[in-house]
């Protein structure tokens, strides 16, 4: 039984990463629906929270079908941190993840995500600061380093252990790599294999079928594995994987319904949460995988990825319904 501090996730986890624009309340749902054990929300600047900003408090919420989950902050600033993880405490959730690991320039540029890969000594002061803070478990997400040369997570791993984190995730790339290159899980392993690690270890990078999942998981020993752009349009993924383990087989890929209704229940609690604008907008990246490999699908997309009203798209996805009934196809 794998668990962060008192919280149980079962044998081995599978966990939804935080993707800005991504795991929000509506795709988490559909997510947890498909068998993911824990999910976090999408990363929030410490800074808007301290300063009351709508987009950063709107991420703090959490629904009770989503537990066990955790909510991510991002930032540079120590004593904003502090504040925030009052804020985050505040919230209920059931862990608070500090994220180490975003490459984005306008974020890293800042020395926040990623950007604290080039001040270790700051990464850990930052860190301890949060644990002596809050009551809630604290998480990290992280990379193996800002670039080939600073490739210095095993030795993060055990200085954030030593400050009292209670599981780190560890996306297998740097951050110059971006999500560019495959994904490197050596190091991810070597830190398995630290008999002081004791903490639970999560691998995240490229892992992309149940095959892989389970080949990564026998190779590199880890506690579980978090899956971040596999999963975009894709919450199926949680449910395929957890049926390899379980039975050695490939179970067969969503029908039209299922896709159609995954789909429809996303729309709905998107325009539901963020507004008809931005929830429409918002989901319009998912499109592509959740009718990935069906025939002649490029119209229909393109009328899903341009439509701004409601009722038409809709009445698109019921069209597709009756269009592919009966076909068969292949997530690819």
Partial sequence: MVKIADIELGEFPLLLAPMEDVSDPPFRALCKEQGCD????????????????????????IYDYERPIGIQIFGANIESMVKAADIVEAAQP?????????????????????????????????TKAI??????????????????????????????????IKALS?????????????ADWTLIGAIKDNPRITI??????????PQKAEAYRNRY????IMIGRA?????????????????GEILAPPNIDERVDAARDHLRRSIDWKGPKLGILEM??????????????????????????????????????????GVDTLLV
């Fill in 38 to 61: 824990l999910m976090y929300t999408e990363f929030i600047s410490v800074e808007g929270l301290i300063r009351d900003a709508t987009k950063s408090v709107e991420k703090l919420d």
């Fill in 131 to 164: 644990v002596d803070r809050t009551n809630l478990p604290v998480t990290v997400k992280t990379r193996l380093g800002w670039d080939d040369n600073t490739k210095y997570i095993e030795e993060v791993a055990e200085r954030l252990q030593d400050v009292g």
């Fill in 200 to 209: 639970p270890i999560f691998g995240n990078g490229d892992i992309d079928s």
């Fill in 221 to 224: 020993g880890v506690d579980g």
């Fill in 94 to 126: 059931e862990l608070l993840d500090i994220n180490f690991g975003c490459p984005v320039k306008k974020v890293t540029c800042k020395g926040a995500g990623a950007g604290i890969l080039q001040d270790i000594p700051k990464m850990v002061k930052l």
């Fill in 231 to 247: 999963a975009i349009g894709n919450p199926w993924i949680f449910r395929e994987i957890k049926h390899y383990f379980a039975t």
């Fill in 284 to 325: 319009r990246r998912h499109y592509t995988n959740y009718f990935r490999g069906l025939p002649g699908v490029k119209e229909y997309r393109k009328t899903l990825v341009s439509e701004y009203e409601p009722e038409t798209l809709f009445k698109v996805l019921e069209e597709m319904r009756k269009i592919y009934a």
């Fill in 170 to 182: 560890i996306h297998g790339r740097t951050r110059k790599q971006m999500y560019k290159g495959e």
